[in-house]
């Protein structure tokens, strides 16, 4: 049986851990636990989901929407939304929330699958060996001899640990959006009676509520995300004077008088992508000239969890013919 790697626990390295369980895989991460950007954080009595915020009933992916019922990792929540806050456009809104949180969907995906693991275990070089297999070197340990190497990271990463491997056309280079995001926590509640909505301000292009998630979470928390333009404009910005600026624009707009006793930024540069590699290329993903090392990642297909775990979906329909 072929001895694969899977580098990247997000939800495309997921969906392909998932598709081709019969085979031998591990999976490393460099982080401490599954699912990447779709990230719950926790300080103390708070929480966060401030990476991916929900699935929407557009994302249609059968097969994502079936391993999630049948896992039972989702939530359908209704709430009130501002489809546009600037035109007042006010929606009531049907989305799928994890149980316990965004991260709660990938790690029930994880637990699910029997595979082997190694978290905390960021890949710094691919070596090819003299068997013509490869070898991924990590800060402390070299791990030998897989016949496939699957690379499910930001675009940007793939290309730097693969380049000596694979020629990157110029003309097909994906875009993604950076996003700060920002996390924020009132002691006694607010008057807003809704749960979020798009388009609040010119530098802040959604927000949300967290507490419709997280029922026994005491303080009324949110997230915002800065528009990318903003971010992108602002990227030596501090902490301190983002947070500053950003919580005067909540509190002006939204008439808030409370003073948040937690506030925290999270930078994300590579958050959402803008422009797929497929609508540069019409290709599903990027492959090494032996057919052993292969890219691909949301930045393949879209800007969502959905469009992860199609990209996954995809490369493993692919990686089933080649008989792996
Ligand atoms: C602020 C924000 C808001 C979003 N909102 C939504 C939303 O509401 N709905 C939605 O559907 N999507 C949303 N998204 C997009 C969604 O989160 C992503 O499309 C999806 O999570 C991407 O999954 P992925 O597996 O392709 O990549 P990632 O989630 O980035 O996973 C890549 C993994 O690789 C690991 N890694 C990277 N380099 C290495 C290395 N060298 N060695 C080992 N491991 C490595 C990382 O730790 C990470 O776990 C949002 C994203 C952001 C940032």
């Known amino acids: ?99 316990n949180g965004i991260n709660s969907i990938p790690k029930g995906i994880f637990e699910n699958i029997k595979i082997n693991s190694h978290f905390n275990t960021k890949v710094l070089k691919i070596f090819k060996n003299k068997k013509n297999n490869y070898d991924l070197y990590t800060e402390n340990e070299v791990f030998k001899d897989y016949d496939i190497v699957l690379v499910c990271i930001p675009f940007f990463q793939a290309k730097e640990l693969t380049t000596d491997y694979i020629k990157f056309s110029n ?50 928390s ?12 602002n990227l030596d910005i501090s902490n301190v004077e983002l947070e500053n600026y950003a919580f005067s624009i909540f509190k002006k707009i939204l008439k808030v008088d409370n003073k948040p006793f937690f506030i925290k930024t999270h930078r994300w540069l590579y958050a959402q992508t803008k422009t797929t590699y497929n609508s540069l290329s019409k290709k599903n993903w990027i492959n090494s000239k032996d057919n052993k090392i292969f890219l691909t990642g949301d930045w393949v297909l879209g800007k969502s969890l959905s469009d992860a775990w199609n990209a996954g979906l995809q490369l493993s329909h692919y990686l089933k013919i080649l008989d792996i």
């Open 1 to 99: 049986m072929k001895n694969i790697a899977i580098i990247g626990a997000g939800m495309t390295g997921l969906s392909l851990a998932y598709n081709l369980q019969n085979t031998n895989i591990t999976i490393f991460d460099k982080s401490w636990r599954a699912g990447g950007r779709a990230s719950t954080r926790k300080h103390d009595d708070l929480i966060f989901d401030h990476g991916a915020h929900y699935l929407s009933q557009k994302h249609k992916v059968k097969q994502l929407n079936d391993v999630l019922n049948k896992l039972n990792l989702l939530k359908e929540k209704e709430i009130i939304f501002y489809a546009d806050f600037k035109k007042n456009e006010k929606i009531k809104k049907k989305i799928f929330v994890g149980k």
């Open 171 to 220: 003309n097909h280079i994906p875009e993604y959006d950076p996003i700060y995001t920002l996390m924020l926590s009132f002691k006694e509640k607010t008057h807003l009676k809704i749960d979020g909505g798009l388009n609040l301000h010119d530098d802040i292009s959604f927000f949300m509520k967290q507490n419709f998630k997280f029922p026994k979470l005491k303080s009324e």
């Open 222 to 233: 949110w997230v915002l995300n800065m528009s990318s333009e903003y971010t992108k404009k």
